[in-house]
């Protein structure tokens, strides 16, 4: 099984500052890496598949980078309503589908 | 739009069975596979179940394999999971998740439900 870790567990920022969220993949996922945006309550979004791309309707702030091992979800400048808990997720094996632990990222 | 709407929770005693259901609209049922996924009260995601668009293909996760069936009614846009010899680590909120198909890839989740929440407690 493919396991995901995700850091840091908890990322406090305020309005307006960058985010820089990390995913590992304890061996290559390739680029089938996905990012979920989850706020309380509610169910996950997709946000950003295949590592790079954004889900239709996703602010052009949100963007992922990384390939292999190591992924990265970056928030340009947070708005109030980014403060949630984000999921990385790997596509590479059927059907052992992993999500990471979560990072949540809070107010200030 | 659209809209995956779950039924079938509650509270169900460990050893039982319960059966969820997934009603979907607002897309050609029949194009795409369906998963179950579920989350632990105060906990992450787990992906469960999923099911190719004509049941060809269905995957388990270890966690579940051999206990839970996943099924689908394309005539009815309905998607099922058969849950028996329940657990209590079961407990969790589950998740009816559409498959991203062409415009984002297999196995990449597009579209949600809110939820049916399962409770497994004597």
């Known amino acids: 099984e493919i396991v995901l870790t995700q850091s840091p567990a908890t990322l406090s920022l305020s309005p307006g500052e960058r985010a820089t969220l990390s995913c590992r993949a304890s061996?290559?996922?390739?680029?089938?890496l996905a990012w979920y945006q989850q706020k309380p309550g509610q169910a996950p979004r997709l946000l950003i598949y295949?590592?790079?791309n954004r889900a239709t309707g996703i602010p052009a702030r949100f963007s992922g980078s990384g390939s292999g091992t190591d992924f990265t979800l970056t928030i340009s400048s947070l708005e109030p309503e980014d403060f949630a808990v984000y999921y990385c997720q790997q596509r590479s094996n059927w059907p052992q589908f992993t999500f990471g632990p979560g990072t949540k990222v809070d107010i200030k | 739009e659209v809209q995956l709407v779950e039924s079938g929770g509650g509270l169900v005693q460990p050893g039982r069975s319960l059966r969820l259901s997934c009603a979907a609209s607002g897309f050609t049922f029949d194009d795409y596979a369906m998963h179950w996924v579920r989350q632990a009260p105060g906990k992450g995601l787990e992906w469960v179940s999923g099911?190719?668009?004509?049941?060809?293909?269905?995957g388990y996760a270890d966690s579940v394999k051999g206990r839970f069936t996943i099924s689908r009614d394309n005539a009815k846009n309905s998607l099922y999971l058969q849950m028996n010899s329940l657990r209590a680590e079961d407990t969790a909120l589950y998740y009816c998740a559409k498959e991203g198909g062409p415009d984002y890839g297999d196995y990449v989740f597009d579209y949600w439900g809110q939820g049916t929440l399962v409770t497994v407690s004597s």
């Open positions: 099911i190719s668009w004509n049941s060809g293909s269905i």
């Open positions: 061996q290559s996922v390739s680029s089938y």
């Open positions: 295949d590592a790079s």
